[in-house]
């Protein structure tokens, strides 16, 4: 049969098919609904951790060499930090007045009355460590004479008229133990002058000099130490102390001579430095002058006692220490544990934090004053030792 002859009805059943597909609709496959997505964890930003307290609780057993430290040689340092301290808080005056009192003054007295009414507290850095840096000073003795000459050839300043000093604690308390220095330009403070300046004779209301010396980089370590005394040719001494400074920030010389290659680190002591400058003093002005910061003086009665500290009483040779009051509390006894100068030989002593420093900055930083004179002075340029300290509070008191 042809295909294309096909009966009328088949015609028809064949119509209808096609219609019923065409209007056949294929009904949409439904996607399933997506689940919702998980949330992407955000992440916290990091945060650094916590500084540490820079004093904290410990016991007496922490402290190296506590029973066998000859405290007793501490005593006499420690009433004339009562001198301040008893004008302050109600605890110092409590335990001050009980030293007063106190009959006995033997190593084992002096030291049940410290472990009765002190706590120790570890000085303790930001990041938790508790060893820091123990520099070493002293009270020099230095050649000189009231007028320039053979004798004196470099000048010792007062201070000057237009040095103006800004108390920040007044203005703010948390600035406490802040100062700013400089000098007025119209109705503008300004940097005060440099050590360049200064030394070149171009700032111009210096005023006349205390005293001449006869060695400059002895003169700059005068600066360094704070105070000292000054020999004049009839043989009679003059002592100086610390009076003020220009405002500008320390600047270590040994290190800018270690960098140029002109002293190895272990050279790099005041004996070290003195015998470079004796050997090069064609170089010593420039290099004195990287250092800005300068130190002025005022005179002050002759004593067999030490130089006054910042805290305004004598410094006891081997038992004060120069510390940052920012941390520390002036007057607190601080014990201390580390070693004698070049060496690994056990240095551990009950300390008075009597004196400040403008290179000591920082929780465990402390400078230890060693006296008088050239012994002393040999075992103040050789200590640079490792260290931790123990400053000791009224039990009442919380730092």
């Known amino acids: 049969m042809n295909p294309e002859k096909a009966s009328p009805h088949a015609r028809v059943l064949c119509l209808l098919l096609l219609s019923a597909l065409a209007a056949c609709q294929q009904v949409p496959v439904r996607e399933p609904a997506c689940a919702p997505c998980?949330?992407?964890?955000?992440?916290?930003?990091?945060?650094?951790?916590?500084?540490?307290?820079?004093?904290?609780?410990?016991?007496?057993?922490?402290?190296?060499?506590?029973?066998?430290?000859?405290?007793?040689?501490?005593?006499?340092?420690?009433?004339?930090?009562?001198?301040?301290?008893?004008?302050?808080?109600?605890a110092w005056k409590r335990v001050c007045a009980e030293a007063q009192a106190l009959a006995a003054q033997d190593n084992t007295a002096v030291r049940a009355f410290f472990e009765t009414n002190f706590t120790p507290y570890a000085a303790t850095?930001?990041?938790?460590?508790?060893?820091?840096?123990?520099?070493?000073?002293?009270?020099?003795?230095?050649?000189?004479?009231?007028?320039?000459?053979?004798?004196?050839?470099?000048?010792?300043?007062?201070?000057?008229?237009?040095?103006?000093?800004?108390?920040?604690?007044?203005?703010l308390p948390e600035l406490k133990h802040m100062r700013l220095r400089g000098r007025l330009s119209g109705n503008?403070?300004?940097?005060y002058h440099?050590?360049?300046?200064?030394?070149?004779?171009?700032?111009?209301?210096?005023?006349?000099?205390?005293?001449?010396?006869?060695?400059?980089?002895e003169l700059f370590f005068l600066q360094i130490q704070g105070s000292g005394?000054?020999?004049?040719?009839?043989?009679?001494?003059?002592?100086?102390?610390?009076?003020?400074?220009?405002?500008?920030?320390?600047?270590?010389?040994?290190?800018?001579?270690?960098?140029?290659?002109?002293?190895?680190?272990?050279?790099?002591?005041?004996?070290?430095?003195?015998?470079?400058?004796?050997?090069?003093?064609?170089?010593?002005?420039?290099?004195?002058?990287?250092?800005?910061?300068?130190?002025?003086?005022?005179?002050?009665?002759?004593?067999?006692?030490?130089?006054?500290?910042?805290l305004g009483v004598p410094l006891t040779a081997e038992r004060s220490l120069a510390i940052d009051p920012r941390h520390i509390p002036?007057?607190?006894?601080?014990?201390?544990?580390?070693?004698?100068?070049?060496?690994?030989?056990?240095?551990?002593?009950?300390?008075?934090?009597?004196?400040t420093g403008g290179a000591i900055k920082g929780v465990v930083r402390a400078d230890l004053f060693w006296g008088f004179g050239a012994k002393a002075g040999e075992q103040a340029g050789r200590m640079k030792q490792p260290g931790q300290m123990w400053v000791l509070l009224p039990k009442e008191m919380t730092p």
């Open 38 to 90: 998980p949330k992407c964890p955000i992440a916290e930003p990091t945060r650094p951790p916590a500084a540490a307290k820079p004093l904290q609780a410990a016991q007496w057993a922490d402290l190296p060499g506590w029973q066998a430290d000859q405290v007793g040689a501490a005593w006499p340092a420690f009433l004339l930090s009562c001198r301040a301290l008893a004008t302050r808080a109600t």
């Open 125 to 171: 850095q930001p990041d938790g460590k508790t060893e820091g840096l123990i520099t070493g000073y002293y009270e020099p003795l230095l050649k000189g004479s009231r007028t320039p000459g053979k004798h004196g050839k470099f000048p010792v300043y007062g201070v000057p008229d237009d040095l103006l000093t800004i108390d920040l604690g007044e203005v």
């Open 188 to 191: 503008k403070v300004i940097p």
């Open 194 to 217: 440099a050590r360049r300046d200064i030394e070149e004779n171009t700032a111009p209301r210096l005023g006349t000099p205390l005293l001449w010396v006869e060695d400059q980089i």
């Open 229 to 310: 005394r000054v020999k004049l040719p009839d043989g009679s001494l003059v002592r100086l102390g610390y009076a003020d400074q220009n405002g500008h920030p320390y600047q270590s010389i040994g290190r800018v001579l270690i960098e140029r290659g002109e002293l190895a680190l272990s050279e790099a002591s005041m004996q070290g430095i003195q015998a470079w400058a004796r050997a090069n003093p064609g170089k010593v002005q420039e290099v004195l002058n990287l250092n800005p910061s300068y130190v002025f003086f005022r005179e002050l009665p002759s004593s067999d006692d030490g130089p006054l500290g910042a």
């Open 330 to 355: 002036l007057g607190a006894p601080v014990f201390l544990a580390t070693t004698q100068p070049n060496s690994s030989r056990a240095l551990n002593r009950l300390m008075l934090a009597q004196d």
